[in-house]
């Protein structure tokens, strides 16, 4: 089982830029895919950006694609997405998610943190 801990959402000015952080702990395998979603009020959750715990190899919703940034530290067992350029139809409550593959998280598998609120003010 695996323990996701997210951090660092916030109000934001439109432009602007916040650092979100993905604390994992318990049994997370080499092979794992962490990945981080997005749900805006009425609306159903949506992928937002990937990254191999094995290799670093990333995948990006096109709506976010040149704006945010996945990573990972392994030494701290932490995954990162940095949100540039931040518009208002960015707001949502932000999840990070570990399992198996993509697939897995986008069939809403794997594990979930508890998510952090993003605001992006005009």
């Known amino acids: 089982q695996v323990q996701l801990v997210e951090s660092g959402g916030g109000l934001v000015q439109a432009g602007g830029s916040l650092r979100l952080s993905c604390a994992a702990s318990g049994r997370i395998f080499s092979s794992y895919t962490m990945g981080w979603f997005r749900q805006a009020p009425g609306k159903e959750r949506e992928f937002v950006a990937c990254i191999n ?3 670093a190899f990333t995948t990006y919703a096109n709506s976010v694609k040149g704006r945010f940034t996945i990573s990972r530290d392994d030494a701290k067992n932490t995954v990162y997405l940095q949100l540039n ?35 992006v003010s005009s």
């Open 53 to 55: 715990w094995s290799d």
């Open 85 to 119: 350029s931040l518009k208002p139809e960015d707001t949502a409550v932000y999840y990070c998610a570990a399992g198996p593959n993509l697939a897995v998280l986008m069939a809403t598998g794997g594990s979930w943190g508890q998510g952090t609120q993003v605001t």
